[in-house]
């Protein structure tokens, strides 16, 4: 999971015990990670697939 700040600096979600890369086996667990966080959007990026959606609380 990537994260865009204000200032366009790209942060990654990573592990808590290693400096890894956080992976999600589906999007909804993604996505659902990001709603714990406290985000109000997501968006998806597959190649030439974009998806967005404002998250429910």
């Given at each position: 999971?990537k ?8 942060e ?19 996505v659902?990670?990001a709603?714990?966080?406290g985000?109000d ?5 597959i190649?030439n ?9």
């Amino acid at each position: 999971m990537k994260f865009v700040t204000g200032d366009e600096r790209e942060e990654v979600l990573t592990l808590q015990r290693e400096e890894r890369e956080r992976e999600f086996k589906s999007l909804d667990g993604a996505v659902s990670v990001a709603r714990r966080i406290g985000f109000d959007w997501v968006r998806v990026e597959i190649g030439n697939l974009q998806w967005e959606e404002r998250l429910s609380l």
